[in-house]
């Protein structure tokens, strides 16, 4: 019998509050911006959804490939007995790598971290059935706020932190290093991080893979105002933006951004907030960095992981990272 432990860290004011915090912050200063972790709404988790089945959207079954080839081999390299997974959601994915735990014996605890409470629950009750015996302790919480707050190791465990879907790729290279540090901390020596990236290449197929024929990722990030107007009253006219995703390649990301085509006055009451945008005027949604092997070596010895190896699907699209903490 499986035992399932949630533990609530956030309460029902705190997603509201944290909106609140972050459109102040992102658009109450140039250059606009917003979060992109309000892009996941219900109907924008539905879009995302809908986006990572289309033709020219790689990532996700890039990274399911590798997981299918690799899981063994990564359970294998580590010691690992607890797998943490951080915005772990439905937890697909990840259960390729713990049925790979769970066959070399070596499956004793799962920690799930999502600010979702209800897709946690469902994820976490699954997966204490499909895994007779096993620990699953879900923590309902923010990544970026509540690392410290992950179970410590029980002796004789050794944890191994899935961070996967190229997330670390939505944050500014300064967000990546304050993450990395903090997981650091949080971690022991010995512990291990398993880091999902997307691999740079050629310019024609990353923005293919950003600006579909049908318009669904158009559609996601448009979402992102709807979100406003609804959790904060705001008067964003969605149809009054143009979608502009381009490739920078100084600082090698896709850039996703909605673009004022007439001058726009806004006002945000639940974030006391007026904007006047100019025409031509942008907001930032959404980055998407992609990474190159040295790159993503350098970023992780920078926080005090050792990187073992990396793990890639055959078109070489996409990265799986293991690396251990010295």
């Not at 939505?170 to 010995?190: H, I, K, Q």
């Not at 991080?193 to 740079?200: E, R």
């Not at 990722?217 to 009054?240: I, K, M, Y």
């Not at 031509?280 to 990474?291: L, M, R, Y």
């Amino acid at each position: 019998m499986s035992a399932l432990k949630v533990s609530v860290l956030v309460d029902s004011d705190w997603a509201s509050g944290s909106l609140v915090d972050d459109v102040r912050r992102g658009l109450g200063t140039h250059p606009l911006r917003l979060p992109p972790k309000w892009l996941y709404d219900d109907e924008g988790s539905r879009l995302f959804d809908e986006i990572t089945r289309l033709p020219g959207y790689y990532p996700t079954e890039a990274e399911r490939r590798i997981l299918l080839d690799h899981a063994a081999d990564i359970v294998a390299a580590s010691d690992a007995t607890t797998v943490v997974e951080l915005g772990s959601g439905t937890s697909d994915k990840t259960r390729t790598l713990l049925d790979a735990f769970a066959s070399a014996g070596r499956l004793q605890r799962f920690v799930p971290v999502d600010v979702s409470e209800q897709t946690l629950r469902d994820a976490a009750a699954m997966l204490a059935d499909r895994y007779p015996g096993l620990a699953v302790e879900a923590v309902v919480g923010d990544f970026t706020l509540h690392l410290g707050h992950l179970p410590l190791n029980q002796p004789g465990q050794t944890r191994l932190v899935a961070f996967l879907g190229g997330t670390i790729g939505n944050l500014y290279v300064e967000e990546r290093a304050a993450f990395l540090g903090a997981l650091a901390d949080t971690l022991e020596p010995g512990d291990w991080l398993l880091l999902g990236t997307d691999l740079v290449k050629p310019v024609d197929r990353l923005v293919a893979a950003y600006h579909d024929p049908g318009g669904v990722t158009e559609a996601f990030v448009r979402n992102s105002l709807a979100v406003l107007n609804r959790q904060l009253g705001a008067d964003f006219d969605p149809g009054a933006y143009s979608y502009v995703p381009f490739w920078d390649g100084h600082l090698e990301r896709m850039d996703l951004r909605l673009r004022a085509d007439s001058p726009q006055h806004v006002t945000i009451p639940g974030a006391d907030l007026t904007l006047d945008l100019a025409a031509g005027e942008e907001i930032q949604v959404e980055i998407s960095t992609k990474f190159r092997p040295t790159g993503i070596r350098a970023e992780l010895d920078a926080a005090g992981f050792e990187t073992v190896e990396l793990f890639t699907d055959p078109a070489g699209d996409f990265g799986l990272t293991l690396a251990r903490l010295r």
